[in-house]
């Protein structure tokens, strides 16, 4: 083994390229950026996923020895434990729901019962503290248990798919702590969703699974532990994530195209198949489920939940002179998207410096956030004056004791509070009062600009908190309000209703915010049960996507950025293709040989916290360097276990592979992988050699130093690779230059190497800006 100096390398290898580089390729010795990232409330060290297989030696032997039954065992476990997800993440998602509607329905059902014998300060009282009580009891289990629960929980899992390890983001612990804490949050009335929640339990389920269960709980079994790598487990997750999607809005198909359009970074035909037959699961166990409470035996559960009934299933004609006003809201709910995104950009950063002061400054938050709340969810219905109940209401006017369209409030018999039915109920409820039909003379204009108002500004300063929330619902029901506005403003110069409006609004408000359309058009589609408004929705959803693009980024990729997760675009920034591999290739560089001391193995691995290093063979065992592969930390370590030496340096013998099995090799579950620390050497075992030739993976991917940035870039992401050695172009005393991670590719390590590309890129951008003016 030998440290070699990457700096001096380069330095030669610039000089004898035939053309000089466009940049200063000064290069620091260690590349520190992006090593860490926000996971909860917590700032935590980041590695990488081992996404390529390691196909050395004992792997091929492993995979020769294996039969048709072997094969087949592997195959039927795909499948499987993709059934097993799509029968869990269901369960979970309706037992969400029915917990959600029952302890929420109790709570405005007793304030309610309150307000009929006119003790408003009682009532507000019990809102107040049921609201105050929900909310400190998730803060607490989401703080001390599992910060890493905190938030929506798509972005982690996003970067997850991108290939980026955060510890603690698909433990045990965390999934336990976002079922309780989503339910518990959501139930105290806060501005927030549990779809979000959702994804991120249906990824952990299938982590969970995909490892093999848990040893520390004792919850694992021999079966279980059949997926050896982060590939088959990365699939696994990605098809729990479909199912979360899936399990929050009934909408299976949806589900699937949201994995492939927000969350995976890699898709095949192969996972298209699991994931479509995980979440047709989700859609069977459901629909059994939501028949058992029709039945009446899930108590207040049956009204409420997006889930549980089509919001809008009436037929829809429309014609030419409903172009206008839709046009309207993609443009509408584009510019208010870009600004949601950027509001709730801000105030996260300032929720950071909040909660980096401790715990109790996180709960003291969060807290605050629903003290606020509820005075505002009792105190704005005041406001509004109270309307006489309609001849012909569909339902019972004025709402007594339960969901509904007409809330009575503070209003004498005979009269319904139209702000009341949308502010003082669930937000599942809300939407489905909004997305209603015939409802047209129902709302006041000031009623719904005071519930658009409120809906935006609450979702913005509850989403940061420390307990598990969502952001799908609460931009649903802001959109479904200035829709529903719209709708009221146009009147009867349009064929389209108002119900229709609103869901024309909500889908603006999700493209404009979250970027996606494919996904989100069949969603929604799947969630109102009416083909008919397809050439709508697509037509608002390209329009809003189109207009906030033009102003940042979708929501998740700006709090992954908030975050620090090191994760990889789809493509290069244009910068990149004017710098070469050897530009960003940073020092020193760890070697091993194919016959390595032990002692300097031990020295290396404590030394440092590099999960890969190259192998060479130097003479007299090659005519010349040669790099034989890549071998990873934790084969390392394992080796060293096994304690496999040998007093010289000779090829290691075909019987010692019997000291190893599969599993040994097998990628551990996040957290759970050896230390260096815990291996006990004998001074004598230092001096002993060990074979490296077997276990190194000898077709690692390799790239020459004069490569273009940016086609390494894609390379690396498009494989899915953690490690991507760097060889010379001209044979020198080494066969590899260096090594590229995923941190190398990042733009702060990039401009922190080369700061003249900053003044470039201002300055392309302040040729260009003219030009885009001239165009908008």
């Not at 006489?388 to 007409?406: F, H, L, M, V």
């Amino acid at each position: 083994m030998y440290t070699m100096s990457t700096n001096s390398i380069n330095g030669a290898t610039d000089q004898e390229s035939l053309t000089l580089p466009l940049l200063s390729s000064h290069r620091s010795l260690a590349n520190s950026t992006s090593q860490v990232a926000l996971v909860g409330a917590n700032v935590c060290p980041i590695e990488s996923l081992d996404y390529e297989i390691a196909e050395n030696d004992f792997f091929k032997q492993d995979w020769r020895t294996r039969g048709k039954i072997q094969i087949f065992q592997y195959l039927f476990m795909k499948w499987s434990l993709c059934f097993l997800v799509g029968v869990i993440v269901s369960l979970v998602g309706f037992f969400n729901n029915i917990a959600v509607e029952n302890i929420a329905g109790v709570k405005f059902v007793i304030t309610s019962n309150m307000m009929l014998y006119n003790r408003y300060g009682m009532a507000f009282l019990v809102f107040l503290v049921s609201n105050f009580v929900l909310t400190l009891f998730a803060s607490i289990i989401t703080a001390f248990v599992a910060p890493a629960a905190t938030g929506s929980g798509i972005p982690e899992v996003k970067a997850y798919l991108n290939g980026v390890d955060a510890p603690g983001i698909l433990s045990l612990r965390t999934l336990v702590v976002k079922i309780i804490g989503s339910i518990s949050a959501v139930s105290a009335s806060l501005l927030i969703g549990k779809a979000g929640p959702m994804v991120h339990t249906g990824a952990c389920v299938a982590s969970f699974l995909g490892q093999g269960g848990s040893k520390k709980y004792r919850l694992t079994g021999k079966w279980l532990r059949f997926f050896k790598n982060d590939r088959d487990r990365r699939d696994l997750v990605t098809c729990g994530s479909a199912a979360g999607i899936a399990a929050a809005f009934r909408a299976p198909v949806g589900g699937v195209l949201f994995a492939l359009e927000e969350m995976a970074s890699w898709w095949r035909s192969a996972l298209l198949w699991r994931a479509f037959f995980t979440t047709a699961v989700v859609a069977i166990v459901l629909r059994a489920l939501i028949d058992l409470c029709l039945s009446g035996k899930c108590g207040l559960f049956g009204k409420g939940g997006l889930i549980m009934f089509d919001a809008y299933s009436a037929s829809v004609t429309y014609h030419l002179i409903d172009v206008p006003p839709v046009l309207l809201l993609g443009v509408i709910g584009g510019i208010l998207g870009s600004l949601y995104n950027f509001l709730l950009d801000n105030v996260l950063r300032i929720y950071n410096l909040i909660n980096e002061k401790g715990i109790v400054y996180r709960i003291f938050l969060a807290c605050t956030v629903s003290i606020f709340t509820s005075c505002l969810l009792f105190g704005l219905p005041f406001l509004a004056s109270c309307q006489p109940c309609p001849a012909d209401a569909s339902e019972a006017c004025p709402t007594i004791g339960r969901s509904g369209n007409y809330k009575k409030f503070q209003c004498q018999p005979g009269h319904y509070n139209d702000l009341a039915s949308l502010i003082f109920n669930t937000n599942d409820d809300a939407i489905r009062n909004l997305f209603s039909r015939n409802t047209d003379t129902e709302f006041q204009y000031s009623s719904i600009l005071i519930f658009f108002g409120t809906c935006f500004f609450l979702s913005i300063f509850s989403y940061g908190i420390v307990v598990p929330a969502g952001l799908f619902v609460p931009v649903i029901v802001t959109g479904a309000s200035y829709g529903r506005f719209v709708g009221m403003l146009v009147g009867s110069k349009s064929t389209l209703n108002h119900g229709l409006y609103a869901v024309l609004g909500a889908a603006s408000f999700l493209g404009g915010s979250m970027r996606t359309t494919v996904s989100l058009c069949v969603i929604i589609l799947e969630l109102t049960n009416n083909l008919l408004l397809l050439p709508l929705i697509m037509l608002v959803l390209l329009v809003s996507k189109t207009m906030a693009d033009a102003f940042n980024c979708n929501i998740y990729d700006l709090i992954m950025r908030a975050k620090g997760f090191p994760y990889l675009e789809t493509h290069a920034e244009p910068y990149m293709r004017q710098l070469t591999v050897g530009d960003v290739v940073t020092g020193p560089l760890h070697l091993f040989h194919g016959f390595e001391k032990v002692g300097n193995i031990v020295h290396v691995l404590q030394t440092t916290r590099h999960n890969g290093f190259p192998v060479i063979d130097e003479p007299p065992f090659s005519e010349s360097p040669v790099l034989c592969g890549l071998i990873l930390r934790a084969h390392l370590i394992e080796l060293l276990k096994k304690k496999v030496f040998s007093s010289t340096s000779v090829p290691i013998h075909a019987d010692a592979f019997n000291q190893f099995s599969a599993t040994d090799f097998a990628k551990r579950g996040s957290g759970n992988g050896d230390n260096i620390e815990d291996i006990e050497i004998t001074e004598e075992e230092m001096e002993m050699y060990l074979d490296l030739h077997p276990f190194t993976n000898a077709s690692p991917y390799t790239v020459v130093e004069t490569m273009s940035l940016a086609k390494a870039r894609d390379l690396f992401r498009d494989v899915g690779l953690r490690h991507l050695l760097v060889i010379p172009k001209i044979s020198s005393r080494s066969p590899v230059v260096g090594i590229l991670t995923r941190h190398d590719f990042m733009p702060e390590h990039i401009l922190g190497l080369h700061p003249l590309l900053v003044r470039s890129k201002w300055k392309r951008l302040r040729i260009r800006l003219p030009q885009i003016l001239k165009i908008l």
